[in-house]
């Protein structure tokens, strides 16, 4: 099938800097991707959805200036999470495909000290 | 807009019993339904989905789910536990022609010896 890759697997950074993760569909052109966010032992909440060329389209309550997300190729959407702080720890999660299957990457932890 | 209810956030079986986990889904139009599983630290991955024709569908570890429209239901079962099936559980639900998909809260399989 289809694979996502997603890196870094791990960061743990100070707060106030800024982190940028990369999707990456490596076998086939993802005009749409999705980003998400997993709190621990809670379900994946849609933060933005990604569109190659154009901006992305944030979830109700996901602050778009905080969360910065650039599609630039069919291949690769980044997410930068900027001015990180202790709360933005969390699990990110991507996912590119279809209606009918969606490919997830194999996710981000963030640690904000 | 779509949406899922996982019923039980923690379900504990012993090894060698039925699965059941419970999935119920909201959709204005016919939907496209997912089961993925989650393991510690990781990505999600695809057990089954139902998009078209047949309603009982067999998925990846023995299991499988069916899908009852009059229900609007998609409930998982395995007929015996194993050990290593012990991780979290996702529904979801994506709508025709749109790309965003909708998870449920999750339910954790813990499987007793």
């Known amino acids: 099938g289809a694979v996502v890759s997603q890196h870094p697997s791990r960061v743990i950074c100070k707060s106030g800097t800024s982190v940028k993760i990369e999707c990456r569909s490596l076998?086939?052109?993802?005009?749409?991707m999705f980003w998400y966010r997993q709190f621990p032992k809670q379900s994946l909440m849609l933060m933005a959805t990604?569109?190659?060329?154009?901006?992305?389209?944030?979830e109700q309550g996901v602050e778009k200036d905080k969360f910065l997300i650039n599609h630039a190729s069919l291949t690769l959407s980044t997410l930068t999470v900027t001015s990180a702080h202790p709360e933005d720890s969390s699990f990110y999660i991507c996912?590119?495909?279809?209606?009918?299957?969606?490919?997830f990457g194999q996710g981000t932890r963030l640690t904000v000290v | 807009a779509q949406s899922v209810t996982q019923l039980g956030s923690h379900v504990s079986v012993s090894e060698g019993a039925l699965v059941l986990l419970r999935c119920n889904y909201s959709s204005s139009v016919p939907p496209y339904l997912f089961w993925y599983v989650q393991y510690p630290n990781q990505g999600l991955q695809l057990l089954l989905k139902?998009?078209?024709?047949?309603?009982l569908v067999k998925g990846i570890n023995g299991f499988e789910a069916e899908f009852k429209k009059s229900e609007t239901s998609f409930h998982l079962t395995k007929p015996s536990a194993h050990m290593s099936d012990a991780a979290e559980y996702f529904c979801?639900?994506?709508?025709?022609?749109?790309?965003?998909?909708?998870f449920g809260a999750g339910t954790r399989l813990t499987v007793k010896p």
């Open positions: 076998d086939f052109q993802a005009t749409t």
């Open positions: 990604s569109n190659e060329g154009s901006k992305a389209t944030y």
């Open positions: 979801a639900v994506s709508e025709r022609n749109n790309n965003d998909m909708r």
């Open positions: 139902y998009t078209t024709g047949a309603t």
């Open positions: 996912s590119a495909g279809s209606t009918t299957e969606a490919f």
